[in-house]
Nanobody, 127 residues
Framework: QVQLVESGGGLVQAGGSLRLSCAAS????????MGWFRQAPGKEREFVAA????????YYADSVKGRFTISRDNAKNTTNLQMNSLKPEDTAVYYC????????????????????WGQGTQVTVST
């Protein structure tokens, strides 16, 4: 099992930027793909972005493509989500997640693909 701790959430005006970070511990980080999900009040959790264990491939939800960038630093056991041009509809609790399996060939994007989750960090975008 891996422990994940998110940071970097907060309140920002529409059009602004935030950078979320996720620190991982407990297993070999570089073997596992990582993802970000979010859940707004009254809505189901949704996929935001994911990055392959090697860092060579990424995948984004259409709603954030071109605005958000996921990255990872395997030397520091961290994954980040740079969020630009934020919109009020981006308001949600954001969760970092680690792949259930190591060295997965494809970039995971379903909640069931991930076996470890962080506690979440609140992102609020005001108009």
């Amino acid at each position: 099992q891996v422990q994940l701790v998110e940071s970097g959430g907060g309140l920002v005006q529409a059009g602004g930027s935030l950078r979320l970070s996720c620190a991982a511990s407990g297993r070999t980080f570089s073997r596992y793909s990582m993802g970000w999900f979010r859940q707004a009040p009254g809505k189901e959790r949704e996929f935001v972005a994911a990055i392959k264990w090697s860092g060579g491939s990424t995948y984004y939800a259409d709603s954030v493509k071109g605005r958000f960038t996921i990255s990872r630093d395997n030397a520091k056991n961290t994954t980040n989500l740079q969020m630009n041009s934020l919109k009020p509809e981006d308001t949600a609790v954001y969760y970092c997640a680690a792949d259930r399996w190591q060295y997965r060939t494809a970039v995971p994007s379903k909640g069931a693909d991930f076996g470890s989750w962080g506690q979440g960090t609140q992102v609020t975008v005001s108009t």
